[in-house]
């Protein structure tokens, strides 16, 4: 009897609720703050790889969330999230679970899925040209190369030099099409919801990129700036509100996450053919060729697009001035620095987009020769030192009158001078990050007008005398400084103090010369 109560009360009961699977695929609005490398400093973005910024992506969604417990994906996400920093709200109860399904469905993540499985192979006859089908167990791969267990022994897949591929009973429930975070939830009554999900994401990056055009007269220039966002991962984000963060917030080291695309599946032969007939067939068989590596996209915001292989230098000046509406707008964040693009964009998957950022017209500057900060030569040479081209710097102070006045991200710069009817390029070198009053140096190449010589007159004795000759042959007067990294006993003109180190400055007249003597005790080096 109590047999028969138990049984009529289990089939009385109601059948456990099933968890429900949503997949939300579509993102309605999406927000892109671009933090930098921070062990980067002023150099550029790498070319190929995975890029060491990192991303705060904040996405809007609405999807129908059932009663009762249920898991939601959210697919698209990007592929470098950290999952532990996701946040979550507008969904009616608070969510059980997170998890980010890293696996991605590419040919190698189906082999790697299958392993020690029976899969399905395609192949066809040498003698009759006819398309076979057979079962096969994959014994090993993806990386270097996939063994099969067939009825006719063991053999590498791709190796017999006529079409042959693998089907699989399904997809694995664990490989998705795009980076997918899933949270788990329960809620007590269905509901139509709109959520905003918001993480960060490693593999992106950003930087200035300068243009400096001197104007005819020599006396001012324009300074025109890129600011290029860089996207490694495999998944874009369209018509994104951008904006870049200059400075260095603070942040510790995180766990390693998917760093680039998906595995590829490379295909390996040695020997070629299976192990039961090898070798029997005498066919030539090339190499297998190395996979190509994926081309990156390059866009410019303003000017158009521009596709390329490769990383591209800087842009060209400008034609004409882009409208002010497209140009990013600076705002303060706390101590930091937030470069805000005023129209959506497209950061798309392993890219780089420039964005017009910074344009300033008439900037003073003050063309400066000079030996280096530190003298490029030796105390101690025996003869005197070799004739050396000076280098040529750019100098202006970041004012407001001056036609600056604003903080300067880290960057390169590339400087252009007027031949003729064209600007043609004269220098390159980096910019670090500049505040507003602080001085900007923009390197601009040498000059083989402007030479100087240094040489030793006496090496014995306590005071050893030195002379550095500056040769002009310019049809102007020329500004030259040089650095004297110890302090003389005795110089034939005054000294300055420059960023902690006694300086030579002098004015070198037109096809002119000018010389400076000093002596120096070793022992007070």
């Known amino acids: 009897m109590r047999r028969l109560l138990l049984l009529l009360a289990m089939l009385a009961a109601p059948p456990a609720t099933a968890q429900s699977v949503i997949k939300s695929d579509r993102i309605e609005a999406i927000g ?61 109860q608070r969510i059980g679970e997170k998890n980010r399904d890293a696996r991605l469905i590419s040919p190698a993540a189906l082999i790697d899925a299958y392993l020690k499985r029976r899969v399905s192979i395609h192949r066809t006859n040498r003698a009759t040209g006819k398309v076979t089908q057979g079962e096969a167990i994959i014994q090993s791969g993806p990386a270097g190369g996939v063994l099969l267990t067939t009825a006719d022994g063991v053999e590498a897949l791709g190796c017999s030099g006529l079409p042959e591929g693998v089907r699989y009973a399904g997809v694995p429930d664990d490989l998705a099409a795009k980076p997918t975070l899933s949270v788990t939830t329960d809620s007590a009554r269905a509901a139509t919801v709109t ?18 055009r001197v104007a005819p007269g020599g006396a001012t220039l324009d300074l025109f700036a890129w600011l290029t966002v860089a996207n490694g991962g495999s998944q874009g984000f369209a018509q994104a509100s951008t904006q870049a963060v200059a400075g260095a917030p603070n942040k510790e080291a995180n766990a390693r996450l998917p760093r680039g ?35 990156e996209s390059y866009d410019i915001v303003v000017t158009g697009s521009l596709r390329a292989s490769a990383m591209m230098p800087p842009p060209p000046p400008p034609p004409a001035p882009p409208p002010l509406a497209m140009m990013a707008q600076q705002e303060e ?43 490029a030569f030796d105390y101690d040479a025996r003869a005197a030192g070799e004739s050396r081209p000076a280098a040529l710097t750019l100098r202006l102070r970041n004012r407001k009158e001056d036609g600056l006045g604003l903080p300067l991200p880290a960057g390169g710069v590339a400087v252009f001078e ?77 000294l300055i103090e420059r960023k902690g180190v006694p300086t030579w400055r002098t ?14 005790t070793p022992d007070k080096r």
């Open 32 to 92: 892109v703050t671009l933090y930098r490398d921070p062990y980067r400093g002023p150099q550029p973005i790498p070319a190929q790889g995975w890029p060491g910024g990192y991303a705060l992506i904040t996405e809007t969604r609405t999807l129908s969330v059932p009663a009762g417990p249920a898991t939601i994906r959210f697919e698209g996400v990007s592929e470098g999230m950290m999952p532990e920093t996701a946040i979550l709200t507008g969904l009616p």
């Open 195 to 212: 959520v905003q999900l918001s993480y960060l994401a490693q593999g992106f990056d950003w930087s200035a990129n300068y243009v400096a």
């Open 261 to 295: 695309p998906a595995p590829r599946l490379v295909l390996r032969c040695w020997p070629m053919d299976i192990t039961s007939t090898y070798p029997k067939w005498q066919v030539a068989r090339s190499p297998w060729p190395e996979p190509e590596s994926e081309s």
């Open 333 to 375: 964040l706390g101590d930091l620095k937030l470069y805000r693009i005023p129209e959506r964009v497209t950061v798309a998957a392993r890219s780089r987009k420039h964005v017009a950022m910074i344009d300033r017209k008439g900037v003073k500057f003050e063309r400066v020769y000079s030996g280096g900060r530190f003298a």
């Open 418 to 494: 007027r031949a003729r009817d064209a600007d043609l390029l004269v220098g390159e070198s980096r910019l670090a990050d500049r505040a507003v009053d602080e001085e900007v140096e923009l390197g601009a190449g040498q000059s083989t007008e402007l030479r100087y010589q240094v040489t030793a007159l006496r090496l014995s004795g306590k005071k050893r005398p030195y002379r550095v000759r500056v040769t002009n042959a310019r049809d102007s007067a020329a500004t030259f400084e040089i650095g004297i990294p110890y302090t003389p006993s005795r110089t034939s003109a005054a």
């Open 507 to 520: 004015i070198v007249p037109a096809n002119g010369a000018a010389v400076l003597d000093f002596t120096l």
